[in-house]
């Protein structure tokens, strides 16, 4: 899945983004030029992905097989890009999915590039930042919808900022497969589908109509093929509406399928799930009473190439989350500072040795700093398992769920017996655990040196490896006046020990 290597090379001047979606899959690729992105290409496939997840989240052979086959045409397309100019996410088949360990080795190997899952939050998040991308003169407050293939994401903002995100468990997909099996159409199932909307919407419904907008915007799809259908028709001059729709229900109710109805402006990729969507669609503008919708150029793929832009500069949005976080639960920042960079120090002596990327190293190793501690505010006895747990399940804008596994990780072994588990990689498991464990072992010493929650005053600390056997040597006075710190790191190499580290303190 994630490789420690595999990031932060030289800034590219070409970027491609990569949305595995539940009904189809897009790529788009861009090149930055004087600051801003221009589109270079676009590739898009109705995979249809969530057409194979089973009851039991499997997902069947013929669908791996549809998937598998498209990544290898969009790899070729990439096949000149470098590491880290490629971000693909997958959205909410693949986050439903139980069986993907096996599935996504293959799909990485295919695509020639690391797959992240994201989170629905995360999803909502970055549709909202492509949207607002293409409506950047836009002022005012917007209401986003975006209708998948198996979550609609619903949010509220105003230019770059979100006020209000969800993503709901219905989607183009979903409601297909459900309510319409081999594609029969009947007005009794449509109602059921409307109502089965309906419902997924009413928790939050109370909480939407809190929010005023002045605009009413759509995004993917579903949202782009409805408009066409309506102007086609003559069922709107404009933008979508709720007549527009009802219309579209009642032609294919009176088709009485959900193929071969041909409607002016639906195309043959779109037909099989386009009902499904429609009915999504309809139960939104019925609950939240919307009057008009437009339809927006930019989306999910968009949101990723403008955030992936941002980690090669000074908009890196995880940052930004990991700050939230230690601020939200009362994090000594001066400590975490502390801890922070006696760990990057340590990282930079053993990088070469210990075969680690420095800058991403460095980077794993400052989130983790800032976020030992968050579990204090739970409760001190076994904090370290609070901290993991908040790290991990956490909505962290811009991280992956992989990501944020990997910070989990790094926090729950910051003390005492190292975990049994390592982190779960999907590829290159071996490697990748090394790694790990390596960073682990780093973050481990820094937290032991500043116990005292003080600056080491005139002290050199020295990191020498030589695969599991470390060396650790403080000048000039060394351990002599430190009996505490002699003490913990005595304890500390038997915990190290456990794991295969012989660890040392050097002279004084």
Partial sequence: MFTISDLFRKVPNEFAAIDLGSNSFHMVVARQEDGELRILDRLKESVRLGFGLGDD????????????ACLRRFGERLSHLPSGSVRCVGTKTLRSASDTEAFLVAAEEALGHPIDIISGAEEARLIYDGVAHSLAGQEGTRLVVDIGGGSTEIII?????????DSLGMGCVAITRRF??????????????VLSCLQEIDPILRTLRRYTWEHEVGASGTIKTALKVCQANGWSTTGITLTGLEHICAAYEAHG?????????????????????????????????????????????????????GRYGDK????????????????????????????????QQVSEEWVLNPEEAARYLRWS????????????????????????????????????????????????????????????????????????VIL????????ARADQPDVTVQLQAQKKKITLTLQPDGFAQ????????????????????DLSCGPD
């Fill in 57 to 68: 989240g499997s997902l069947d052979d013929e669908a791996k097989a549809r998937a598998l």
């Fill in 444 to 451: 481990r010493l820094a937290v032991i040196l500043h116990r």
């Fill in 369 to 440: 700093a800032f976020l030992l501690e968050v579990g204090l505010d739970i409760a001190h006895a076994n904090f370290h398992k609070h901290s993991a747990y908040i790290c991990e399940y956490s909505d962290m804008a811009g991280f992956s769920q992989q990501e944020q596994q990997i910070l989990a990780f790094l926090v729950l072994s910051q003390r005492k017996k190292f975990p049994a588990k390592t982190y779960k990689a999907q590829k290159d498991k071996e490697t990748i655990d090394k790694a790990i464990q390596r960073l682990s």
């Fill in 257 to 309: 399928s959900a193929e071969g109805l041909e409607l002016p402006g639906l195309s043959a990729d779109r037909e099989p799930v386009f009902l499904g969507g429609v009915i999504v669609l309809r139960a939104l503008f019925e609950s939240l009473k919307l009057t008009s919708m437009e339809a927006s150029q930019g989306a999910l793929r968009e949101g990723l190439l403008y955030d992936l832009v």
């Fill in 482 to 501: 430190q009996p505490l710190l002699q003490a913990d790191l005595s304890t500390e190499a038997q915990y190290l020990k456990a794991i295969g580290y």
């Fill in 157 to 165: 903002g105003r230019q770059f900022t979100i006020d209000f995100k």
């Fill in 316 to 347: 890196d949005i995880r940052e930004h989350s990991v700050r939230q976080l230690a601020q939200r639960f009362h994090v000594d920042i001066e400590q975490a500072e502390r801890v922070a960079k006696t760990a990057v120090d340590l990282m």
């Fill in 180 to 193: 319409f099996p081999e594609h029969r159409v009947t007005g009794k199932a449509i109602r059921e589908a």
